[in-house]
């Protein structure tokens, strides 16, 4: 099994903590995020993207090496001839 190192050292350091910070990540039970009380303490949520394409490849490599289990982010399924329908609740 590769480990975290190896499989992101071809990409970069930042990158391999990155996936180390995620490994280790636990996800909130939120249902929601309580954004009125964030306002409420003057607090700012800054979001952005990152480039997908150069960590998608890493990423896959962590799952298929068993490194990494992505079942702990899936807050929903969806069949994919209702996906176009869901994406349009989401996205309003």
């Known amino acids: 099994m590769a480990s975290v190192t190896s499989v992101a050292g071809s990409v970069g350091a930042?990158?391999?903590?990155?996936?180390?910070?995620?490994l280790s990540y636990t996800a909130p039970?939120?249902?929601?995020?309580?954004?009125?009380?964030?306002m409420n303490k003057n607090l700012?949520?800054?979001m952005g993207n990152c480039n997908h394409r150069a960590v998608t490849p890493?990423?896959?490599?962590?799952?298929?090496?068993?490194?990494?289990?992505?079942?702990s982010f899936i807050t929903?399924?969806?069949g994919v001839?209702?996906?176009?329908?869901?994406?349009d609740t989401v996205v309003g």
Do not use: C, K, N, W
């Not at 890493?58 to 079942?71: K, R, S």
């Not at 001839?81 to 994406?87: H, K, Q």
């Open 14 to 22: 930042g990158v391999a903590a990155s996936l180390r910070a995620a």
């Open 29 to 38: 039970q939120l249902t929601h995020y309580p954004i009125g009380a964030a």
């Open 44 to 46: 700012s949520v800054r």
């Open 58 to 71: 890493p990423l896959i490599d962590l799952v298929a090496a068993g490194l990494f289990d992505p079942t």
């Open 76 to 78: 929903q399924e969806v």
């Open 81 to 87: 001839v209702d996906a176009l329908e869901r994406r």
